[in-house]
T-cell receptor, first 113, second 119 residues
Framework: ELKVEQNPLFLSMQEGKNYTIYCNYSTTSDRLYWYRQDPGKSLESLFVLLSNGAVKQEGRLMASLDTKARLSTLHITAAVHDLSATYFCAVPQEGGGADGLTFGKGTHLIIQP | NAGVMQNPRHLVRRRGQEARLRCSPMKGHSHVYWYRQLPEEGLKFMVYLQKENIIDESGMPKERFSAEFPKEGPSILRIQQVVRGDSAAYFC?????????????????FGNGTRLTVT
């Protein structure tokens, strides 16, 4: 059974600081997705990582994928309050294709002024 | 281009009643997924459907839950005889691509969810 683990699950940090969220998964996969969810809202796609060594950046967020280590990171640079949200990583279920994603439990990020 | 539309946004049911959740995928998308999110948890896959076919229902409880995606109209997730443990947010997502397509590189597009409360 595919397991996707994120850490930390809760993170409170101050504006201007840097931090990294980690996502480990238990089976081989060449794809990984990062989503953001605001309270009471839907999931917004942030990054699609498609290969080993993939790195993508959008504003203060940067995501990377190491398929050999089965690890993805989401790095936050100089955090601002607007980045407060829950961040999920997701990996395609075993069997490949588009048969659904397995999500981590999410990282609840609070950025304080 | 409208996104994935779900309704209702909020649904309150008493124990034993039926809940019907609707999902209209994005235009041009023929693949629909249903997920359940419990408070403070990630999303759990329930079922994957294409038009008129259930492809993978491995995440769906064997009893009381059913899903359909008819040729015409929205996908429906139906929960019979609801219990308090069914209280959750139910999200629908859609995709334009078939499973096993190696070039699949688009994320699933999620709707705003239906928040079911069972009293």
């Amino acid at each position: 059974e595919l397991k996707v683990e994120q850490n930390p699950l809760f993170l409170s940090m101050q504006e201007g600081k840097n931090y990294t969220i980690y996502c480990n998964y238990s089976t081989t996969s060449d794809r990984l997705y990062w989503y953001r969810q605001d309270p009471g809202k839907s999931l917004e796609s942030l990054f699609v990582l498609l290969s080993n060594g993939a790195v993508k950046q959008e504003g203060r967020l940067m995501a990377s994928l190491d398929t050999k280590a089965r690890l993805s990171t989401l790095h936050i640079t100089a955090a601002v309050h607007d980045l407060s949200a829950t961040y999920f990583c997701a990996v395609p279920q075993e069997g490949g294709g588009a048969d659904g994603l397995t999500f981590g439990k999410g990282t609840h990020l609070i950025i304080q002024p | 281009n409208a996104g994935v539309m779900q309704n209702p946004r909020h649904l309150v049911r008493r124990r034993g009643q039926e809940a019907r959740l609707r999902c209209s995928p994005m235009k041009g998308h023929s693949h629909v997924y249903w997920y359940r999110q419990l408070p403070e948890e990630g999303l759990k896959f329930m079922v994957y459907l294409q038009k008129e076919n259930i492809i993978d229902e491995s995440g769906m409880p064997k009893e009381r839950f059913s899903a359909e995606f008819p040729k015409e109209g929205p996908s429906i997730l139906r929960i019979q005889q609801v219990v308090r443990g069914d209280s959750a947010a139910y999200f629908c997502a859609s995709s334009p691509l078939a499973p096993g397509v190696s070039s699949y590189n688009s994320p699933l597009h999620f709707g705003n969810g239906t928040r079911l409360t069972v009293t």
